[in-house]
């Protein structure tokens, strides 16, 4: 209620104050237009009051000048307006005589005036004429008409006859100049008196919102004014050549009134039109009128406002006309030009004043529900049209496993949420996972769509069933039915990505059901919860498929898990599983990097080959004498921070190989378990491989590389890209690596793998000059100097 009373109090304020706040409204949108260029003249050391000063006369000299044009303009339509008659007189008749029937409205004309005689009465029989009679008086003479004349105006009403209707604009103009001015030279004052009024302690939201209303308005009024140059410009032009007159006139005005949101340049348009009729005597000049402002305003609407501000105010459509509609109604003309730079003040105040929050999400552009609960909103109401229509335009712009695993799952864990704090009513919970798997089955069909056709299109049915790839992977809902439809999108990213796939429903996991289970040439068995606790449901399942087939590869989809706090390992401990995992992203890779290794016939058992690297003896040697055996930190993180910086990478690493370990000194990014340890076996290094062939080792996409698929940094940890340089000291023994690390697969060309050498060598040569300088000072005869030197300067 105080915030309501507090809007009606400040709405009649703004209607009863209109004769002040107008003038100072229109002061503060021209010193945001004119902030710019006191900025620039202030950078030439000019003072700020003359800047100021220098600023508002050349911006009113522009606004005067042009009155001034418009002005003659005017006067001179005014003078040739008498000349026009004729012409519309004549194409008046031309029309009358060429209607339907010849005369038609000359018909009608008369029709309505005869009857509109009939009702007022005229149908009373006529008075008959009375003859004169002999002796009679004579007939009454016709009255004498009276002309009243005004007396002669004296000079001083005269005066206050013209200048009258002068005066209220000329105070309106003088009450904007001067609140400009003053604005333009109190501007950090008034900036700092509006932060400590409605700050409320908080400077940074206060801050933050008078930057980006300043941003989103100056930029507004910019981007009009080129829009509108661009558009009046053109139709002066075209009006001209087409030999409409007075078209410099018309061509300010179509600039001027496209300020006004939509009717703008409707209005402009009706002038010219109007004025062809009259000068004209045929039509050809109106249909070139017509066309000129239809092509003008085609390609400032799709060509120009796209390209220069596009949604730069942030208001919705909807918006603009209501705001359009309000502040003209409160300020009459003037608020139709102010209306969408003060509502754009008032989006902006509501996105930071809690109070006023609803004029952001009323007035504001910006999707008010985030992609997940759009999506969960359409599967809640069963519109599946919608949905599918949510689903295709993500997957064209990204692609489809970034949908599930950004979207769809998230709402599908919205839909869980839902059902953990109402769980009386299932019927909703159906609705959600059956309308999302047939988003699913839609989503691949859309995918198949836009994939190029094969030139084998045309095999038989019973080869391409000889030819169908094996589904060694089982996706299992684990209870409910929105389990099942996180299942088929898992699936249905799988197959996408090459690996055979099938889902069963929670019954085929129920204690009857386990022990039929049909596991012939699988290879991987994931089961899909969106609970958000699964661990006593999965262990018991994964338990018996354990006993059942002790090769299988078990993972644990945990979609709703909290995923701070969450050690994966410790759940897949419990779980009796062998991974437990948070993502579909990192799903697909695992799940996909385990299927390769099988069918290229790698050992099941997850060994791994280190890499074998020669001249281990001199290597260590070297890493002992400079300090680096023990893990010594020196300043690698300050090291890796930079190099991460410098690549756009999440993670950087310096390594040192051991003959048992991996030695991580210095890190940037990496995960809190990694991060506390700074080690790994020497059998789970990625950066052995870099010491071994003494060279730069890239690897764009990890998972599709035989050296480390089956590495627990890459299944585990989720690694896609891996680029490390060696580590050489001046006798060329490689000791370790600098390398960076991604979650995405990306590209690395040669001029960055020259830079990360580049780096790794001057990080060598750095520590050499340390490690020669620290045995220097150990030195006995480097001792015994220094100390000389103390005696002889005591």
């Not at 999400?361 to 109401?381: F, I, K, N």
């Not at 790839?469 to 699936?491: F, N, Q, Y």
């Not at 050992?603 to 003896?617: F, H, K, L, M, Y």
């Amino acid at each position: 209620m105080f915030t309501v009373g507090g809007i009606v109090l400040a709405i009649g304020g703004l209607y009863f104050g209109q004769d002040i706040f107008i003038p100072f409204a229109l002061a503060i949108l021209l010193s945001f237009a004119l902030t710019p260029l006191v900025n620039w003249l202030r950078r030439l050391k000019l003072p700020r009051i003359a800047a100021v000063i220098v600023a508002v006369t050349l911006a009113f000299i522009l606004i005067g000048g042009i009155a001034f044009v418009v002005g003659r303009q005017l006067v001179q339509l005014a003078n040739n307006l008498p000349s026009y008659q004729t012409t519309i007189t004549e194409k008046i008749r031309s029309l009358q005589a060429s209607a339907p029937g010849g005369g038609v409205v000359d018909k009608v004309t008369t029709t309505i005036q005869d009857l509109s005689k009939e009702i007022s009465g005229n149908d009373k029989p006529a008075e008959q004429p009375v003859p004169p009679t002999i002796g009679s008086a004579p007939a009454p003479q016709e009255p004498v008409t009276v002309r009243i004349e005004p007396p002669q105006a004296k000079p001083l009403e005269i005066i206050q006859t013209i200048v009258g209707p002068l005066l209220a604009p000329l105070a309106t103009a003088g009450l904007v100049i001067i609140f400009v001015i003053f604005v333009l030279l109190e501007r950090e004052d008034l900036r700092d008196r509006f932060i400590k009024l409605a700050g409320a302690g908080d400077l940074q939201k206060s801050t933050q919102a008078l930057n980006d209303a300043a941003a989103r308005v100056s930029r507004y009024l910019l981007m009009q004014m080129v829009v509108n140059f661009t558009y009046g410009i053109p139709i002066g032009i075209g009006l001209y050549l087409i030999g409409v007159p007075n078209a410099i006139l018309w061509g300010m005005l179509a600039a001027v009134l496209r300020f006004v949101p939509y009717l703008g340049p409707f209005l402009a348009a009706l002038f010219p039109i109007a004025l062809a009729i009259a000068v004209d005597p045929g039509w050809s000049m109106l249909l070139w009128v017509i066309g000129l402002f239809l092509l003008a305003e085609l390609v400032s609407n799709n060509v120009i406002e796209p390209w220069l501000y596009g949604s730069s105010t942030g208001l919705s459509s909807l918006a603009i006309i209501m705001a359009a509609i309000f502040w003209t109604s409160l300020w009459g003309p003037v608020g139709l030009f102010l209306a969408t730079p003060l509502t754009v003040c008032l989006v902006v105040i509501g996105r930071y004043v809690p109070q006023l929050e609803f004029l952001g999400v009323l007035l504001g552009s910006d999707p008010v529900l985030a992609p997940e609960e759009r999506l969960y909103q359409r599967l809640l109401a069963g519109n599946l049209e919608e949905a599918v229509e949510i689903a295709e335009d993500y997957v064209d712009e990204n692609s489809s496993r970034e949908f599930y695993d950004h979207v769809a799952i998230p709402a599908l864990r919205l839909a869980e949420n839902d059902r953990q704090r109402s769980t009386t009513d299932t019927n909703y919970r159906r609705l959600v996972a059956n309308t999302a798997i047939c988003v699913v089955r839609e989503v691949e069909n859309h995918i198949q769509e836009k994939a190029p056709s094969s030139d084998d299109a045309a095999i038989s049915d019973e080869d391409a069933s000889a030819f169908a790839p094996s589904k060694p992977v089982l996706c299992i809902a684990g209870r409910t039915e929105l389990d099942r439809a996180g299942a088929e999108m898992l699936a249905q990213v799988l197959e996408e990505n090459g690996t055979g796939a099938r889902v069963l429903p929670p019954i085929s996991v129920t204690e009857g059901a386990l022990a039929q289970l049909d596991l012939t040439g699988i290879e991987v068995v994931c089961l899909s919860y969106l609970h958000p606790q699964p661990q006593v449901f999965a262990r018991y399942i994964c338990r018996r498929l354990r006993r059942r087939a002790p090769h299988l590869k078990l993972v644990v989809c945990c979609w709703n898990a909290p995923p701070q706090g969450t050690h994966t390992e410790d759940m897949a401990r419990q779980m009796s599983a062998d991974a437990a995992i948070l993502s579909l992203d990192v799903c697909v890779n695992q799940v996909s990097a385990w299927v390769a290794h099988q069918e290229a016939g790698s050992d099941t058992s997850g060994s791994r080959t280190p890499a074998v690297i020669d001249n281990e003896q001199e290597r260590l040697a070297a890493m002992q004498q400079l300090g680096l055996a023990g893990g010594r930190r020196h300043s690698f993180d300050e090291v890796a921070k930079r190099v991460a910086e410098a690549f756009g990478a999440p993670i950087a690493l310096v390594s040192m190989i051991t003959d048992e370990q991996q030695l991580m000194p210095g890190a940037q990014g990496l995960p809190p378990d990694l991060n506390a340890s700074r080690q790994v076996p020497r059998e789970e290094s990625v950066c052995g491989h870099v010491v071994a062939t003494d060279e730069v080792v890239v690897s764009e996409d990890v998972t599709k590389d035989p050296r480390f698929t089956n590495n627990p940094l890459v299944l585990e940890k989720g690694i896609r890209f891996y680029a490390g340089a060696p580590l050489r000291t001046s006798a060329g023994l490689a000791l370790g690596s600098l390398c960076v690390i991604d979650m995405e697969p990306r590209e690395f060309s040669d001029e960055d793998r020259v830079r990360l050498q580049q780096m790794a060598d001057d990080l060598m040569a750095e520590l050499e000059r340390d490690s020669a300088k620290n045995d220097a000072e150990r030195d006995p005869a480097h001792l015994s100097a220094q100390r000389q030197k103390q005696e002889a300067s005591s």
